[in-house]
Protein backbone atom coordinates (compact mmCIF):
# COMPACT_ATOMS: atom_id res chain seq x y z
CA UNK A 1 0.00 0.00 0.00
CA UNK A 2 1.09 3.58 -0.51
CA UNK A 3 2.18 5.19 2.40
CA UNK A 4 0.89 8.20 1.16
CA UNK A 5 -2.88 6.86 1.79
CA UNK A 6 -1.70 4.53 5.29
CA UNK A 7 -3.80 5.61 8.48
CA UNK A 8 -0.56 6.74 10.14
CA UNK A 9 1.27 8.26 7.31
CA UNK A 10 3.46 10.60 8.53
CA UNK A 11 3.55 14.29 7.72
CA UNK A 12 4.10 15.37 4.33
CA UNK A 13 5.18 18.30 2.65
CA UNK A 14 2.36 21.40 1.94
CA UNK A 15 3.82 21.93 -1.48
CA UNK A 16 4.28 19.02 -3.40
CA UNK A 17 2.49 17.14 -1.02
CA UNK A 18 4.72 14.12 -1.43
CA UNK A 19 8.68 14.08 0.30
CA UNK A 20 8.57 13.62 3.83
CA UNK A 21 8.89 17.21 5.71
CA UNK A 22 11.59 18.53 7.60
CA UNK A 23 11.44 22.26 7.36
CA UNK A 24 8.99 24.42 9.32
CA UNK A 25 7.57 28.53 7.62
CA UNK A 26 6.83 29.90 11.08
CA UNK A 27 4.97 33.02 9.38
CA UNK A 28 3.44 31.51 6.93
CA UNK A 29 2.71 28.67 7.75
CA UNK A 30 3.19 25.91 5.93
CA UNK A 31 5.35 22.43 6.11
CA UNK A 32 8.06 22.00 3.91
CA UNK A 33 10.43 19.47 2.49
CA UNK A 34 14.13 20.41 2.02
CA UNK A 35 13.67 20.75 -1.81
CA UNK A 36 10.66 22.70 -1.76
CA UNK A 37 11.93 25.33 0.39
CA UNK A 38 13.77 27.59 -2.33
CA UNK A 39 10.57 28.03 -4.15
CA UNK A 40 8.57 28.88 -1.01
CA UNK A 41 10.82 31.50 0.09
CA UNK A 42 11.50 32.74 -3.33
CA UNK A 43 8.06 34.47 -3.03
CA UNK A 44 9.35 37.65 -1.88
CA UNK A 45 5.92 39.36 -1.35
CA UNK A 46 6.04 37.79 1.99
CA UNK A 47 8.15 37.55 4.82
CA UNK A 48 9.19 34.01 5.79
CA UNK A 49 10.87 32.19 8.78
CA UNK A 50 11.50 29.15 7.60
CA UNK A 51 13.04 26.71 10.32
CA UNK A 52 13.55 23.34 11.26
CA UNK A 53 10.67 21.22 12.38
CA UNK A 54 11.65 20.76 15.76
CA UNK A 55 11.58 24.38 16.23
CA UNK A 56 7.80 25.48 14.47
CA UNK A 57 5.98 27.24 16.53
CA UNK A 58 8.71 28.32 18.56
CA UNK A 59 8.72 32.06 17.52
CA UNK A 60 5.41 34.10 18.02
CA UNK A 61 3.37 35.47 14.85
CA UNK A 62 3.22 38.90 15.06
CA UNK A 63 0.66 41.06 12.94
CA UNK A 64 1.36 42.86 10.02
CA UNK A 65 1.85 47.16 10.30
CA UNK A 66 -0.49 48.81 8.47
CA UNK A 67 1.77 51.80 8.30
CA UNK A 68 4.81 50.19 7.41
CA UNK A 69 4.05 47.20 5.19
CA UNK A 70 7.54 45.38 5.08
CA UNK A 71 7.72 45.12 9.43
CA UNK A 72 5.48 43.45 12.12
CA UNK A 73 4.40 45.16 15.50
CA UNK A 74 5.31 43.67 17.97
CA UNK A 75 4.10 46.57 20.36
CA UNK A 76 0.95 48.54 21.30
CA UNK A 77 1.10 52.05 21.95
CA UNK A 78 -1.35 52.62 25.24
CA UNK A 79 -1.71 55.98 24.05
CA UNK A 80 -3.61 55.58 20.67
CA UNK A 81 -4.96 52.28 21.30
CA UNK A 82 -2.98 50.57 18.18
CA UNK A 83 -0.45 48.17 17.16
CA UNK A 84 2.95 49.55 16.36
CA UNK A 85 6.15 48.28 14.30
CA UNK A 86 9.65 49.57 15.32
CA UNK A 87 9.20 52.33 12.78
CA UNK A 88 6.29 53.71 14.50
CA UNK A 89 7.46 53.42 17.77
CA UNK A 90 10.28 56.39 16.98
CA UNK A 91 8.19 57.93 14.66
CA UNK A 92 6.66 61.57 15.45
CA UNK A 93 3.31 60.61 15.72
CA UNK A 94 3.95 58.49 18.64
CA UNK A 95 6.67 60.62 20.29
CA UNK A 96 6.34 60.28 24.09
CA UNK A 97 4.03 58.03 24.04
CA UNK A 98 3.77 54.86 26.04
CA UNK A 99 4.29 51.44 24.86
CA UNK A 100 3.17 48.01 25.78
CA UNK A 101 5.11 44.58 24.60
CA UNK A 102 2.06 42.51 22.70
CA UNK A 103 3.63 39.54 24.10
CA UNK A 104 3.15 40.44 27.45
CA UNK A 105 0.10 41.91 26.29
CA UNK A 106 -0.98 38.07 24.66
CA UNK A 107 0.09 36.43 27.87
CA UNK A 108 -2.14 38.55 29.91
CA UNK A 109 -5.03 38.15 28.12
CA UNK A 110 -4.18 34.00 27.42
CA UNK A 111 -4.17 33.88 31.53
CA UNK A 112 -7.90 35.08 31.21
CA UNK A 113 -9.07 33.30 28.46
CA UNK A 114 -7.32 29.99 30.04
CA UNK A 115 -9.60 31.01 33.20
CA UNK A 116 -12.55 31.17 31.00
CA UNK A 117 -11.86 27.81 29.60
CA UNK A 118 -11.51 26.80 32.98
CA UNK A 119 -14.76 27.86 34.10
CA UNK A 120 -16.12 26.72 31.21
CA UNK A 121 -15.32 23.03 31.64
CA UNK A 122 -15.18 22.31 35.58
CA UNK A 123 -18.20 24.52 36.07
CA UNK A 124 -20.59 25.40 33.73
CA UNK A 125 -20.81 22.59 31.68
CA UNK A 126 -21.31 19.93 34.72
CA UNK A 127 -24.04 22.08 35.65
CA UNK A 128 -26.06 22.68 32.70
CA UNK A 129 -25.37 18.18 31.97
CA UNK A 130 -26.78 17.84 35.65
CA UNK A 131 -29.76 19.60 34.44
CA UNK A 132 -30.14 17.74 31.96
CA UNK A 133 -30.12 14.51 33.47
CA UNK A 134 -32.78 15.90 36.02
CA UNK A 135 -34.90 16.27 33.61
CA UNK A 136 -34.31 13.12 31.88
CA UNK A 137 -34.66 11.39 35.47
CA UNK A 138 -38.34 13.28 35.58
CA UNK A 139 -38.75 12.04 31.94
CA UNK A 140 -37.88 8.56 32.71
CA UNK A 141 -40.49 8.20 35.62
CA UNK A 142 -43.20 10.22 33.90
CA UNK A 143 -44.92 6.92 32.77
CA UNK A 144 -44.64 5.22 35.95
CA UNK A 145 -46.49 8.18 37.80
CA UNK A 146 -48.95 8.50 35.47
CA UNK A 147 -49.48 4.69 35.44
CA UNK A 148 -49.92 4.91 38.89
CA UNK A 149 -52.68 7.75 38.51
CA UNK A 150 -54.34 5.74 36.09
CA UNK A 151 -54.59 2.95 38.58
CA UNK A 152 -56.04 4.79 41.03
CA UNK A 153 -58.66 5.95 38.98
CA UNK A 154 -59.06 2.84 37.67
CA UNK A 155 -59.42 0.78 41.06
CA UNK A 156 -62.23 3.57 42.42
CA UNK A 157 -64.19 3.14 39.47
CA UNK A 158 -64.38 -0.68 39.78
CA UNK A 159 -65.99 0.26 42.76
CA UNK A 160 -68.88 1.92 41.35
CA UNK A 161 -71.77 0.54 38.45
CA UNK A 162 -71.55 0.05 34.81
CA UNK A 163 -73.23 3.81 34.46
CA UNK A 164 -70.12 5.29 34.86
CA UNK A 165 -67.91 3.63 32.61
CA UNK A 166 -67.96 7.06 30.62
CA UNK A 167 -66.62 9.22 33.20
CA UNK A 168 -64.11 6.70 34.05
CA UNK A 169 -63.05 6.94 30.03
CA UNK A 170 -63.20 10.59 30.18
CA UNK A 171 -60.75 10.60 32.94
CA UNK A 172 -58.32 8.61 31.23
CA UNK A 173 -58.52 10.82 28.23
CA UNK A 174 -57.91 13.16 30.43
CA UNK A 175 -54.90 11.22 31.81
CA UNK A 176 -53.25 11.04 28.47
CA UNK A 177 -53.62 14.51 26.92
CA UNK A 178 -52.03 15.25 30.27
CA UNK A 179 -48.72 12.92 30.09
CA UNK A 180 -48.09 14.05 26.41
CA UNK A 181 -48.35 18.05 27.63
CA UNK A 182 -46.08 17.15 30.26
CA UNK A 183 -43.51 15.12 28.20
CA UNK A 184 -44.03 17.58 25.62
CA UNK A 185 -42.76 20.22 28.07
CA UNK A 186 -39.91 18.42 28.81
CA UNK A 187 -38.53 17.53 26.09
CA UNK A 188 -38.90 21.52 25.00
CA UNK A 189 -37.31 22.61 28.27
CA UNK A 190 -34.36 19.64 27.63
CA UNK A 191 -33.77 20.52 24.42
CA UNK A 192 -33.15 23.81 24.93
CA UNK A 193 -30.42 23.24 27.72
CA UNK A 194 -29.14 20.31 25.65
CA UNK A 195 -28.51 23.31 22.60
CA UNK A 196 -26.96 25.28 25.79
CA UNK A 197 -24.48 22.53 26.45
CA UNK A 198 -23.85 22.39 23.08
CA UNK A 199 -22.69 26.55 23.06
CA UNK A 200 -20.84 25.71 26.10
CA UNK A 201 -18.74 23.01 24.82
CA UNK A 202 -17.85 25.06 21.45
CA UNK A 203 -17.19 27.63 23.46
CA UNK A 204 -14.64 25.77 24.96
CA UNK A 205 -13.31 23.98 22.03
CA UNK A 206 -13.10 27.78 20.50
CA UNK A 207 -10.61 28.69 24.00
CA UNK A 208 -8.66 25.85 23.54
CA UNK A 209 -8.07 26.62 19.96
CA UNK A 210 -6.61 29.96 20.67
CA UNK A 211 -4.68 29.16 23.80
CA UNK A 212 -2.95 26.77 21.84
CA UNK A 213 -2.78 29.51 18.89
CA UNK A 214 0.69 31.43 18.43
CA UNK A 215 -1.02 34.00 16.60
CA UNK A 216 -1.46 37.32 18.39
CA UNK A 217 -4.62 38.72 16.97
CA UNK A 218 -6.34 35.85 17.37
CA UNK A 219 -6.21 36.13 21.60
CA UNK A 220 -6.17 39.73 21.35
CA UNK A 221 -9.96 39.96 19.66
CA UNK A 222 -10.87 37.14 21.32
CA UNK A 223 -13.86 39.00 23.40
CA UNK A 224 -14.64 37.32 26.54
CA UNK A 225 -17.89 37.22 28.47
CA UNK A 226 -18.40 35.44 31.51
CA UNK A 227 -22.04 36.33 31.96
CA UNK A 228 -22.73 34.54 28.92
CA UNK A 229 -23.69 31.14 30.51
CA UNK A 230 -23.57 32.59 34.05
CA UNK A 231 -27.43 33.01 33.53
CA UNK A 232 -29.17 29.57 34.36
CA UNK A 233 -31.61 28.78 32.83
CA UNK A 234 -35.15 29.00 34.42
CA UNK A 235 -36.38 25.48 35.89
CA UNK A 236 -39.47 23.89 34.58
CA UNK A 237 -41.64 22.48 38.06
CA UNK A 238 -44.48 20.12 36.87
CA UNK A 239 -46.94 19.42 39.52
CA UNK A 240 -48.61 16.11 38.76
CA UNK A 241 -52.40 16.00 38.62
CA UNK A 242 -54.01 14.05 41.64
CA UNK A 243 -57.15 12.56 41.49
CA UNK A 244 -59.92 13.07 44.23
CA UNK A 245 -62.23 10.30 44.81
CA UNK A 246 -65.49 10.38 46.27
CA UNK A 247 -67.84 7.43 47.72
CA UNK A 248 -70.89 9.15 47.24
CA UNK A 249 -72.76 7.25 44.15
CA UNK A 250 -75.36 9.93 43.86
CA UNK A 251 -74.81 11.50 40.30
CA UNK A 252 -72.03 9.68 39.58
CA UNK A 253 -70.76 12.26 37.32
CA UNK A 254 -70.33 14.83 39.74
CA UNK A 255 -69.49 12.89 42.24
CA UNK A 256 -67.11 10.10 41.00
CA UNK A 257 -63.64 12.79 41.72
CA UNK A 258 -61.92 14.77 39.29
CA UNK A 259 -58.37 15.52 38.55
CA UNK A 260 -56.56 18.59 39.61
CA UNK A 261 -54.79 20.20 36.38
CA UNK A 262 -51.87 19.70 35.11
CA UNK A 263 -49.14 22.90 36.35
CA UNK A 264 -46.29 23.78 34.75
CA UNK A 265 -44.48 26.37 36.40
CA UNK A 266 -41.41 28.23 35.03
CA UNK A 267 -39.43 29.28 38.05
CA UNK A 268 -36.62 32.05 36.87
CA UNK A 269 -34.36 30.77 40.17
CA UNK A 270 -34.70 27.24 40.37
CA UNK A 271 -31.41 26.09 39.49
CA UNK A 272 -27.88 26.70 40.87
CA UNK A 273 -24.32 27.07 39.67
CA UNK A 274 -21.81 24.32 40.80
CA UNK A 275 -18.88 26.15 42.61
CA UNK A 276 -16.20 23.43 42.78
CA UNK A 277 -13.68 23.72 46.03
CA UNK A 278 -11.21 23.23 43.92
CA UNK A 279 -11.89 25.81 41.19
CA UNK A 280 -11.94 29.59 41.95
CA UNK A 281 -14.64 31.17 39.79
CA UNK A 282 -14.54 34.83 39.90
CA UNK A 283 -17.49 36.67 40.67
CA UNK A 284 -19.42 37.61 37.42
CA UNK A 285 -19.88 41.06 39.23
CA UNK A 286 -16.78 42.90 40.35
CA UNK A 287 -16.91 45.12 43.67
CA UNK A 288 -16.52 48.84 43.07
CA UNK A 289 -13.15 50.40 44.01
CA UNK A 290 -15.43 53.15 45.84
CA UNK A 291 -19.34 52.39 46.59
CA UNK A 292 -21.70 54.99 45.27
CA UNK A 293 -24.65 56.53 47.52
CA UNK A 294 -27.25 56.46 45.07
CA UNK A 295 -30.41 57.67 46.77
CA UNK A 296 -31.71 58.96 50.49
CA UNK A 297 -34.58 58.27 51.50
CA UNK A 298 -35.68 60.01 54.72
CA UNK A 299 -38.75 58.51 56.09
CA UNK A 300 -39.35 60.69 59.33
CA UNK A 301 -38.52 58.26 61.92
CA UNK A 302 -36.85 59.00 64.48
CA UNK A 303 -35.92 55.16 65.55
CA UNK A 304 -35.40 52.96 61.88
CA UNK A 305 -34.49 49.15 62.54
CA UNK A 306 -35.61 47.09 59.38
CA UNK A 307 -36.00 47.48 55.71
CA UNK A 308 -37.31 44.70 52.87
CA UNK A 309 -37.37 45.49 49.33
CA UNK A 310 -41.12 44.46 47.89
CA UNK A 311 -39.31 45.86 44.11
CA UNK A 312 -36.61 47.68 42.72
CA UNK A 313 -39.29 50.59 43.22
CA UNK A 314 -40.71 50.13 46.51
CA UNK A 315 -39.86 49.55 49.93
CA UNK A 316 -41.12 48.23 53.45
CA UNK A 317 -39.34 50.21 56.46
CA UNK A 318 -40.19 49.33 60.21
CA UNK A 319 -39.49 52.00 62.94
CA UNK A 320 -39.86 52.46 66.45
CA UNK A 321 -43.90 52.03 66.49
CA UNK A 322 -46.45 49.45 65.77
CA UNK A 323 -46.85 50.95 62.00
CA UNK A 324 -44.89 49.36 59.30
CA UNK A 325 -44.37 51.79 55.93
CA UNK A 326 -44.33 51.44 52.17
CA UNK A 327 -42.32 54.08 50.15
CA UNK A 328 -40.86 54.41 46.71
CA UNK A 329 -37.36 55.32 46.17
CA UNK A 330 -38.54 59.19 45.47
CA UNK A 331 -39.21 58.91 49.59
CA UNK A 332 -43.26 59.25 48.80
CA UNK A 333 -45.33 57.29 51.46
CA UNK A 334 -47.39 54.80 49.40
CA UNK A 335 -48.78 52.39 51.94
CA UNK A 336 -49.45 52.13 55.89
CA UNK A 337 -50.31 48.79 58.23
CA UNK A 338 -50.52 49.02 61.41
CA UNK A 339 -50.10 45.43 63.66
CA UNK A 340 -53.23 43.30 64.26
CA UNK A 341 -52.00 43.44 68.42
CA UNK A 342 -50.92 47.53 68.55
CA UNK A 343 -47.39 45.81 69.08
CA UNK A 344 -44.54 47.13 67.99
CA UNK A 345 -43.66 44.49 64.78
CA UNK A 346 -39.72 43.20 65.57
CA UNK A 347 -38.48 42.33 62.28
CA UNK A 348 -39.84 42.17 58.65
CA UNK A 349 -39.71 40.53 55.28
CA UNK A 350 -41.16 40.15 52.23
CA UNK A 351 -41.94 36.74 50.82
CA UNK A 352 -41.33 35.14 47.19
CA UNK A 353 -45.06 36.17 46.33
CA UNK A 354 -44.64 39.90 47.74
CA UNK A 355 -46.47 39.09 50.54
CA UNK A 356 -45.06 41.18 53.97
CA UNK A 357 -44.03 39.21 57.04
CA UNK A 358 -43.99 40.24 60.31
CA UNK A 359 -42.84 39.37 63.93
CA UNK A 360 -44.35 40.11 67.04
CA UNK A 361 -42.39 38.74 70.08
CA UNK A 362 -44.63 39.95 72.79
CA UNK A 363 -48.12 37.89 71.40
CA UNK A 364 -45.53 35.15 70.26
CA UNK A 365 -46.93 34.91 66.78
CA UNK A 366 -45.48 35.76 63.40
CA UNK A 367 -48.14 37.55 60.74
CA UNK A 368 -48.33 37.55 57.17
CA UNK A 369 -50.09 40.52 55.34
CA UNK A 370 -52.39 39.47 52.62
CA UNK A 371 -55.18 41.53 50.79
CA UNK A 372 -54.65 44.07 53.71
CA UNK A 373 -55.66 41.56 56.14
CA UNK A 374 -53.30 40.16 58.76
CA UNK A 375 -53.33 36.43 59.66
CA UNK A 376 -51.55 34.87 62.22
CA UNK A 377 -48.72 32.35 60.32
CA UNK A 378 -47.40 31.14 63.90
CA UNK A 379 -47.79 31.38 67.38
CA UNK A 380 -45.42 29.82 70.05
CA UNK A 381 -45.43 28.46 73.70
CA UNK A 382 -42.64 29.11 75.62
CA UNK A 383 -40.14 30.66 72.93
CA UNK A 384 -40.24 34.32 71.11
CA UNK A 385 -39.75 35.30 66.96
CA UNK A 386 -37.69 37.95 66.67
CA UNK A 387 -36.47 38.08 63.21
CA UNK A 388 -37.22 36.19 60.16
CA UNK A 389 -36.22 36.01 56.50
CA UNK A 390 -38.22 34.64 53.65
CA UNK A 391 -36.20 31.74 51.75
CA UNK A 392 -35.87 30.88 48.35
CA UNK A 393 -38.26 28.06 48.53
CA UNK A 394 -40.56 30.65 50.30
CA UNK A 395 -40.07 29.04 53.80
CA UNK A 396 -40.16 31.11 56.40
CA UNK A 397 -36.57 31.64 58.91
CA UNK A 398 -37.43 32.58 62.13
CA UNK A 399 -35.06 33.33 64.94
CA UNK A 400 -36.62 32.50 68.20
CA UNK A 401 -35.24 32.85 72.06
CA UNK A 402 -36.78 31.58 75.41
CA UNK A 403 -36.48 34.17 77.74
CA UNK A 404 -36.83 31.72 80.46
CA UNK A 405 -34.31 28.89 79.91
CA UNK A 406 -31.98 31.61 77.86
CA UNK A 407 -32.00 29.52 74.98
CA UNK A 408 -31.70 30.51 71.40
CA UNK A 409 -32.54 28.76 67.73
CA UNK A 410 -33.45 29.01 64.28
CA UNK A 411 -36.67 27.36 63.54
CA UNK A 412 -37.65 26.88 59.52
CA UNK A 413 -41.41 26.82 59.07
CA UNK A 414 -43.55 25.83 56.05
CA UNK A 415 -47.13 27.50 56.38
CA UNK A 416 -48.09 26.25 59.64
CA UNK A 417 -45.23 23.51 59.71
CA UNK A 418 -42.26 23.54 61.93
CA UNK A 419 -39.77 21.48 59.35
CA UNK A 420 -36.62 22.65 61.09
CA UNK A 421 -34.74 23.73 64.55
CA UNK A 422 -30.92 24.45 64.34
CA UNK A 423 -29.72 25.20 67.82
CA UNK A 424 -26.93 23.02 68.57
CA UNK A 425 -23.83 22.02 66.42
CA UNK A 426 -22.33 18.35 66.26
CA UNK A 427 -20.95 18.42 69.38
CA UNK A 428 -23.96 19.33 71.25
CA UNK A 429 -22.99 23.26 72.19
CA UNK A 430 -25.18 26.02 70.68
CA UNK A 431 -24.67 27.21 67.74
CA UNK A 432 -26.10 30.74 69.11
CA UNK A 433 -25.40 31.97 72.13
CA UNK A 434 -28.15 33.18 74.68
CA UNK A 435 -29.84 36.20 73.34
CA UNK A 436 -32.19 37.28 70.50
CA UNK A 437 -30.32 39.85 68.63
CA UNK A 438 -29.57 37.54 65.65
CA UNK A 439 -30.85 38.76 62.15
CA UNK A 440 -31.33 36.24 59.39
CA UNK A 441 -30.87 35.84 55.85
CA UNK A 442 -30.42 33.37 53.41
CA UNK A 443 -28.19 32.96 50.84
CA UNK A 444 -28.20 32.34 47.13
CA UNK A 445 -26.40 28.91 48.14
CA UNK A 446 -28.77 27.66 50.60
CA UNK A 447 -26.76 28.58 53.53
CA UNK A 448 -28.46 30.22 56.69
CA UNK A 449 -26.14 33.69 57.72
CA UNK A 450 -27.23 34.75 61.30
CA UNK A 451 -25.73 38.37 62.53
CA UNK A 452 -25.88 37.23 65.73
CA UNK A 453 -24.81 40.32 68.00
CA UNK A 454 -24.83 38.78 71.00
CA UNK A 455 -21.66 37.06 70.41
CA UNK A 456 -20.33 39.53 67.94
CA UNK A 457 -20.17 37.51 65.11
CA UNK A 458 -21.75 36.56 61.63
CA UNK A 459 -22.50 32.66 61.87
CA UNK A 460 -23.19 30.88 59.11
CA UNK A 461 -24.57 26.99 58.68
CA UNK A 462 -25.21 25.06 55.78
CA UNK A 463 -28.76 24.01 54.78
CA UNK A 464 -28.16 20.96 56.81
CA UNK A 465 -27.94 23.00 59.95
CA UNK A 466 -23.99 22.19 60.18
CA UNK A 467 -21.62 25.39 60.72
CA UNK A 468 -19.48 25.95 58.37
CA UNK A 469 -17.41 28.98 59.61
CA UNK A 470 -17.59 32.13 62.15
CA UNK A 471 -16.70 35.73 60.97
CA UNK A 472 -15.60 37.85 63.92
CA UNK A 473 -14.49 40.99 62.15
CA UNK A 474 -11.72 42.00 60.62
CA UNK A 475 -9.18 43.91 62.48
CA UNK A 476 -8.18 45.73 58.87
CA UNK A 477 -5.73 49.07 59.56
CA UNK A 478 -7.52 50.92 56.71
CA UNK A 479 -10.36 51.70 59.29
CA UNK A 480 -11.01 55.76 59.37
CA UNK A 481 -11.62 55.68 63.05
CA UNK A 482 -9.06 53.79 65.47
CA UNK A 483 -11.65 55.18 68.25
CA UNK A 484 -14.75 53.35 66.19
CA UNK A 485 -13.11 50.26 65.62
CA UNK A 486 -11.64 49.64 69.13
CA UNK A 487 -13.00 49.52 72.28
CA UNK A 488 -11.39 51.18 75.44
CA UNK A 489 -9.64 47.80 76.13
CA UNK A 490 -8.29 47.45 72.55
CA UNK A 491 -10.21 44.65 70.88
CA UNK A 492 -11.95 43.98 67.93
CA UNK A 493 -15.82 45.94 68.67
CA UNK A 494 -17.50 44.16 65.54
CA UNK A 495 -21.12 45.01 66.42
CA UNK A 496 -23.15 42.99 63.37
CA UNK A 497 -26.96 44.07 63.50
CA UNK A 498 -28.38 43.48 60.34
CA UNK A 499 -27.67 40.90 57.53
CA UNK A 500 -28.50 40.14 53.87
CA UNK A 501 -27.07 38.57 50.78
CA UNK A 502 -26.80 38.96 46.67
CA UNK A 503 -26.68 37.35 43.38
CA UNK A 504 -22.96 36.83 44.35
CA UNK A 505 -23.72 35.13 47.34
CA UNK A 506 -21.75 37.58 49.09
CA UNK A 507 -22.80 37.83 52.49
CA UNK A 508 -23.18 42.01 54.07
CA UNK A 509 -23.27 42.73 57.59
CA UNK A 510 -24.53 46.11 59.41
CA UNK A 511 -21.12 46.74 61.63
CA UNK A 512 -23.69 49.97 63.69
CA UNK A 513 -20.56 50.54 66.05
CA UNK A 514 -18.15 51.20 63.20
CA UNK A 515 -20.65 52.84 60.79
CA UNK A 516 -19.50 50.66 57.82
CA UNK A 517 -20.78 47.35 55.83
CA UNK A 518 -18.66 44.02 55.75
CA UNK A 519 -18.73 42.47 52.33
CA UNK A 520 -17.58 38.89 52.63
CA UNK A 521 -17.67 35.93 50.41
CA UNK A 522 -19.82 32.76 50.51
CA UNK A 523 -17.07 31.21 52.40
CA UNK A 524 -16.68 33.75 54.95
CA UNK A 525 -13.75 35.65 53.41
CA UNK A 526 -12.93 39.17 54.42
CA UNK A 527 -13.50 41.21 50.61
CA UNK A 528 -14.12 44.94 51.83
CA UNK A 529 -15.70 47.86 53.96
CA UNK A 530 -18.88 50.18 52.73
CA UNK A 531 -17.35 53.10 54.45
CA UNK A 532 -17.43 55.72 51.98
CA UNK A 533 -21.64 56.99 51.82
CA UNK A 534 -21.92 58.97 55.91
CA UNK A 535 -23.71 56.02 57.12
CA UNK A 536 -24.88 56.67 60.90
CA UNK A 537 -25.87 53.69 62.80
CA UNK A 538 -26.78 51.14 60.21
CA UNK A 539 -29.44 48.80 61.04
CA UNK A 540 -31.24 46.44 58.42
CA UNK A 541 -29.98 45.76 55.42
CA UNK A 542 -31.69 44.08 51.82
CA UNK A 543 -30.71 44.15 48.52
CA UNK A 544 -33.30 44.37 45.66
CA UNK A 545 -32.42 42.33 42.26
CA UNK A 546 -29.98 44.44 40.73
CA UNK A 547 -28.02 44.09 43.63
CA UNK A 548 -28.23 47.78 44.88
CA UNK A 549 -28.08 47.63 48.66
CA UNK A 550 -30.75 49.22 51.32
CA UNK A 551 -29.44 50.18 54.36
CA UNK A 552 -31.17 51.62 57.04
CA UNK A 553 -30.10 54.07 59.74
CA UNK A 554 -31.14 54.13 62.81
CA UNK A 555 -31.86 57.95 62.82
CA UNK A 556 -34.66 57.16 60.31
CA UNK A 557 -32.99 57.39 56.70
CA UNK A 558 -32.77 54.50 54.37
CA UNK A 559 -29.91 54.82 51.95
CA UNK A 560 -29.54 53.16 48.50
CA UNK A 561 -26.05 52.10 47.19
CA UNK A 562 -24.49 50.82 44.43
CA UNK A 563 -21.66 48.57 45.62
CA UNK A 564 -20.68 46.50 42.22
Not at 79 to 105: G, Y
Not at 138 to 146: N, S, T
Not at 175 to 181: D, P, V
Not at 321 to 346: A, H, R, W
Request: hydrophobic fraction near 30%; glycine fraction near 4%.
Amino acid sequence: MDAKFCAQDIIRCDLCKDRVVQMHCNLCPMNLCKDCVVEHISDVSKKHDVVPLALRRSKLVYPQCLTHSEENCEMHCEDCNILACSKCVISEKHKRHHFRCLQDLMNSKKESIEKERKRLKETVKSTFEDIATDIETQLAEIDGKYEKLASEVTTHGEEWHQEIDKVIQKNKEEINKMRNQHRDALNKHLNNIKKLVVDIKQSILETEDILQSIEVIKSLSYEINSEKFTKLPSKLIVMFPVFTGNNNQDQCSQLFGSLSPLSLIIEEHGYTMKTPDAVFCPPVKPLLDEPELITTIDTGSDRLFSVACLSDQEIWARGGDKIMKLYNLQGKLLKSIQTKSGNIPYDIAVTRSGDLVHTDPISRTVNIVKNKQIQEVIRLQGWKPYYVCSTSSDDLLVTMYSGENEHSKVVRCSGYTEKQTLQFDDKGKPLYPSGYLKCISENRNLDICVADRDAHAVVVVNQAGKLRFRYTGHPSTNKKSFYHFFNKKGSSNFDPRGITTDSQSQILTADGDNNCIHILDQDGQFLRYIDNCDLQSPFGLCVDTKDNLFVAEFRGRVKEIKYM
